[in-house]
């Protein structure tokens, strides 16, 4: 263990898309450091299996399904899980949708798809609980109010074939400094991280094309992809007692990977454009009822 055991008691911490990949990391870590932990998804099955294995472990835990483009199904996801598990002092935003595509191809839908899902969703509920925390705090919060927004290295730089989501995730970027300086007053910081490439089961085959996750992997300046836990500890330490003074901070955790190649889908370009738009349109998942 990183940290002591206890790192975290007394908080409870809610994770959207915490069900599976980078989000269901950090809600197991949190728990294992003494959180309370909620956590958020469209589908139940996931939900409630991490919470399963958090409560098989000896932690504490709680689901509920939610569509974070919904305000209203918020609302009511935020009192289940405050029923359940008690109020949330902590938020972590990692919901978020993605796809490799040509920007000339990309139809409105798909563009709004994205968007509403990294940014509005990311809006919509961290302005959901902060409501509730400057309701309930009266001017001092509980001084571990904290959100923490997962967003990624090319919110800055920009990356070719993930339109959508660099817009989206420059936004969230951009929300988390401006309310680290306003809801300071109330006591409630804010920040991001910017992870690069994590191999997780779902989001990371849809975004690395059949060679490029090993020539990716190997022009890395580490050599190699980053460990869930080592993103984990990461937030965990951000939600820490001594990360108190940390507000309107993003920290990468690429191995150095933007400083050497900028955006994160820049070497696509260089690819035959016909060969690539056929391999994004085979990768792309099956629609479902």
């Avoid at 469209?42 to 974070?68: F, H, K, N, Q, W």
């Avoid at 609302?75 to 359940?84: F, M, S």
């Avoid at 927004?149 to 988390?176: D, E, H, N, Q, R």
């Avoid at 007692?241 to 955790?253: K, L, Q, R, S």
Wanted: with cysteine.
């Amino acid at each position: 263990m990183t940290f002591q055991k206890d790192l975290l008691a007394g908080q409870n911490i809610l994770v959207t898309g915490g069900g599976s990949g980078l989000g269901r990391a950090m809600a197991e870590r949190f728990a294992a450091l003494g959180a309370g932990v909620a956590i958020w998804g469209r589908r139940e099955a996931p939900l409630a299996d991490t919470v399963a294995a958090i409560e098989s472990a000896g932690g504490r835990a709680c689901y509920a399904t939610c569509d974070v483009r919904d305000p209203e199904a918020i609302a009511r996801a935020l009192d289940a899980v405050e029923d359940a598990g008690g109020l949330l002092t902590g938020l972590v935003n990692n919901a978020a949708g993605n796809f490799l595509s040509s920007s000339e191809d990309l139809s409105a839908n798909a563009f709004d798809a994205v968007v509403k899902i990294v940014l509005y969703g990311t809006f919509h509920t961290t302005q959901a609980l902060g409501r509730r925390w400057i309701e309930r705090c009266n001017g001092a919060c509980d001084p571990t109010a904290h959100v923490l927004s997962i967003v990624t290295t090319y919110a800055w730089t920009g990356s070719p074939f993930v339109l959508p989501s660099a817009c989206a995730k420059a936004g969230v970027l951009a929300m988390t400094r401006s309310l680290a300086v306003e809801w300071a007053t109330y006591g409630i910081r804010a920040n991001a991280i910017a992870p690069g490439p994590f191999p997780t089961d779902g989001a990371f085959s849809r975004l690395m094309p059949p060679g490029v996750a090993e020539r990716a992997r190997a022009s890395n300046p580490l050599g190699r992809f980053g460990e869930p836990a080592e993103l984990a500890d990461l937030a965990a330490y951000l939600f820490a007692p001594n990360a108190g003074y940390v507000n309107g901070e993003c920290v990468t955790i690429d191995g150095g990977s933007w400083l050497k190649e900028g955006g994160e889908f820049a070497a696509f370009v260089d690819h035959p454009r016909d060969e690539l738009k056929a391999t994004m349109a085979a990768m792309r998942p099956k629609k479902t009822r």
